[in-house]
């Protein structure tokens, strides 16, 4: 095959003219007019700042507990000889109510041999006046006092032989059963009063400090029963004068009249009951109320101004569901940054969201 310099040179011809067309086609191509971009600058949303009175909730947890709690005893001896068919740990008596009974006979007799002397004695103390007798009635007189203070004792003693309710109570412990022998000071029962319940709440001293001396305060008890919240009001009784040693908190207690009566819904409040109490304390003047978010490290906020962000310390008293208190670090007026951005500084350009 005869070799040929046009063939061998032809594809370098076809690739050198395509490149100087593309170059061509480059430098004469028009270029659109530069827009100059937006200034994109961080979005903050904002919170108008109004001092003036901000209520404190104080919110604590706590479990019901009585008032009331006594350990009931027997005050003679005896066997037991019936039981209330309500003797039973957990069931709700009522004040009076009879518990149990001892064996009444001894005590019967001991009243009607005490009777039988006081008559002795005031039939002697007759015959002695009508003798004249002076001395023979001094002794009659005497054995008469004696007479009438055994028949109280045993008509008291007689009374004890039948165990009551000394007031409105549950059952916590019933350690005695039908024919058990009871001797003076034996544990009958330990009940738990249901006139007034209580709470101990654990608080810091600085949220106790607003609570009002003289107890003027709004108190709720809440709980959650079968997915809904149930509210029982109640009352502040007192704040106790003393730190725990270990917590470093000290107890406020309120007490909530008569929890087994039906509340709305027929639902009681049981001894035992774990719940949630907000106490509604005195006011603070001149201050805010600013959700958490605002406040970085502790004590920083930030305000806008004339398109940018300024660092502020404040001063916190009370934190809540509602937000944090503060008393000092901003003026009304002021726009608060509620929002937290990636990268926050002193007098950093931003744009309101909540303005455009």
Known sequence: MKFSIKRAIRPLLILVVGIAVAMV???????????????????????????GPQPIVISAHGTVISSQILRLASEVSGPVVWVSPSFNEGQYVQAGEELLKIEAIPYELALAQAQASLAS??????????????????EAKANIEVAENLVRKATLDLSKTTVRAPFNAILDTVPVELGEYLNPGKLVANLLGTDVAEVHLPLLQSDAVYLDKNNQVQVEIKRQIAGEERVWPARFARLEGRLNAQTRVMNAVVEIAEPYAPQDGGIPLVLGAFVEVEISGEAVTNAATIPQMAIHAGSTV?????????????????????????????????????????????SMPVAVKNEQ
């Open 25 to 51: 086609m480059v430098s004469n191509r028009q270029v659109p007019p530069s827009e100059a971009g937006p200034n994109r600058l961080p979005y903050v949303e904002t919170q108008n700042i109004d001092l």
């Open 121 to 138: 004695a005031k039939v002697a103390l007759a015959d002695a006046e009508a003798l004249q007798r002076k001395a023979r009635i001094v």
């Open 302 to 346: 930030y305000v806008f101004e004339d398109g940018m962000i300024r660092k502020r310390e404040v001063e916190q008293v009370h934190a809540d569901g509602r937000g944090n208190v503060v008393i000092r670090g901003l003026e009304s007026g002021e726009k608060l940054v509620v929002n937290r951005l990636e990268t926050m500084y002193d």
